[in-house]
């Protein structure tokens, strides 16, 4: 499947980029695109304990299968304070 | 969703007046607004702005369910509003406000607590701030 992954923050700054596309292989999880980005970015493999993922308008976990048409978002941590 | 009840991702100043303006109804009693607002250091680093950025549908489908919570445990809750800026914003600028109307104070107050800890929990909302000599994300550090 291809999927186009979303970046946001300081994922965006550190690519330069705010999107791309990954070629999976059938039933590839959310974690199988995470290293297919990590492939080409590897600036970001350092962030993946810290990385939350959603699909459409949900977060969804690492083990989710992506389907065609699907856009995955890369979020950093969101933003907290206290 | 109930008369009233506003979720919006905004790039324009925020009004704390408008807000209360938009919850306001007659069967209600007492209206609790929060505004975060820029503050001028962290810990101790004199902070020049802070830039707000975010997933704007999906911060809107999450301050939407926030608000559904608030309804379905605070039933004297009348209305809620949540907007959140982003953008360049200065020291003294409000980056969120909540607003909560309800038939007694009780109620309102507590909503308004609930709403902004699990906003600030799971809308998707990414604040750089900016100082003398660098710039840096918040939430990363520490995980």
Same mark, same amino acid.
């Given at each position: 499947v ?33 290293? @297919? ?10 962030y993946r ?15 989710? @299968? ?17 | ?8 991702v ?24 929060? *505004? ?10 004199p902070?020049?702005y ?7 549908? &999906?911060?809107?489908?999450? &301050?939407?369910?926030i ?26 600028? *409000? ?42 994300w ?6």
């Open positions: 291809r999927v186009a992954v979303r970046l946001f923050a300081r994922y965006r700054e550190a690519t330069g980029r705010q999107s791309l596309e990954v070629d999976l292989p059938d039933g590839g999880t959310v974690e199988v695109a995470w290293a @297919a980005v990590v492939d080409r970015h590897p600036e970001l493999a350092q304990p810290f990385t939350l993922f959603a699909i459409g308008n949900d977060y969804v976990d690492s083990e989710r @299968a992506l389907r065609p048409g699907d856009e995955l978002c890369l979020f950093p941590p969101v933003s907290g304070g206290r | 969703v109930a008369p009233g009840d506003l979720y919006r905004v790039e324009h100043p925020l009004s704390a007046d408008v807000l209360a303006e938009s919850v306001a109804s007659p069967a209600v009693g007492g209206i609790v607004i929060f *505004s975060g607002v820029v503050r001028n250091e962290k810990d101790g680093r902070v020049k802070l830039e707000y950025e975010a997933h704007a549908p &999906m911060a809107e489908a999450k &301050m939407r369910e608000g559904a919570e608030v309804h379905r445990r605070w039933p004297a809750v009348k209305s809620v509003a949540i907007l959140h800026r982003v953008g360049r914003l200065e020291i003294g600028e *409000s980056s969120v406000l909540i607003g909560v109307a309800a038939a007694h104070r009780g109620e309102a107050f507590e909503a308004c607590h609930y709403a902004i800890d699990t906003l600030k929990q799971t809308v998707p909302v990414w604040k750089k701030e900016h100082f003398e000599d660098g710039e840096v918040v939430g990363l550090q520490g995980g």
